[in-house]
Every structure is written in structure tokens, then in C-alpha cells.
Nanobody
Framework: QVQLVESGGGLVQAGGSLRLSCAAS????????MGWFRQAAGKERELVAG???????VYGDSVKGRFTISRDNAKNTVYLQMISLKPEDTAVYYC?????????????????WGQGTQVTVSS
């Protein structure tokens, strides 16, 4: 059974930092693209960042320059380092994985999902 388990969410003040982790189990995602999405209350799920197995990345416009996605293939884990957090970054953050190594931005193109971790940024 494939599982993606996120950790590292929480409450932080504006301007602060958090690091999210997503550990995959049940299969390896080496050679597959992975990503982070977020969904704020009343809004659609949106891409935060994606990363291919070779390290190519894509970011949502609102997080460029503040968030960094990385992965450790040996640990089957992907990370999201978030700095300069803003109240509008408040959302549930989801880890996702594809069965392909092509980076994509639409949630429907991802095959596996974690349960999500809440990130709340206070002003």
C-alpha cells in the first residue's frame, strides 16, 4: 500500500519559516516526479512546487523566491522549505506523486496523495 505522509506543518507568525517533509512508503518514487500542493478554505487546490527525479523544479507564482522544494531519493522523501511566510500562505499542504517523471501543474495529473498538513500563518 502506497502512503505519502506529510509532517512539519503548524502555526507560525508572518515572516517565519517552516519545513515540510513527505515520506513515501509502499513503493519507490525514484525516477518519478513529486510535488506539493495547497488548498486554502474555499479555494481550489493549487500547485506550490514540483520536482523531477533529476532535480528540475517548477513553482507557483505566489511562492517563487520564498519556497524551495528538494528531495532525497535515498530516503524516498521530498521537502518544502518555506521562508518569509505570509498569512495568505495559510492552507492545507498536500504531498503528491506521479507515476511519470514529467513535471505537471494540475492536481488531476498526480497519482498519489498524502492526507495533508495544516500550515497557519498569523499576521
Amino acid at each position: 500500500q502506497v502512503q505519502l505522509v506529510e509532517s512539519g506543518g503548524g502555526l507560525v507568525q508572518a515572516g517565519g519559516s517552516l519545513r515540510l517533509s513527505c515520506a513515501a512508503s509502499g513503493r519507490t518514487f525514484v525516477g518519478k516526479a513529486m510535488g506539493w500542493f495547497r488548498q486554502a478554505a474555499g479555494k481550489e487546490r493549487e500547485l506550490v512546487a514540483g520536482i523531477s527525479s533529476g532535480g528540475s523544479t517548477v513553482y507557483g507564482d505566489s511562492v517563487k523566491g520564498r519556497f524551495t522544494i528538494s528531495r532525497d531519493n535515498a530516503k524516498n522523501t521530498v521537502y518544502l522549505q518555506m521562508i518569509s511566510l505570509k498569512p495568505e500562505d495559510t492552507a492545507v499542504y498536500y504531498c503528491a506523486a506521479r507515476l511519470s517523471d514529467f513535471l505537471r501543474q494540475r492536481p488531476v495529473e498526480y497519482d498519489y496523495w498524502g492526507q495533508g498538513t495544516q500550515v497557519t500563518v498569523s499576521s
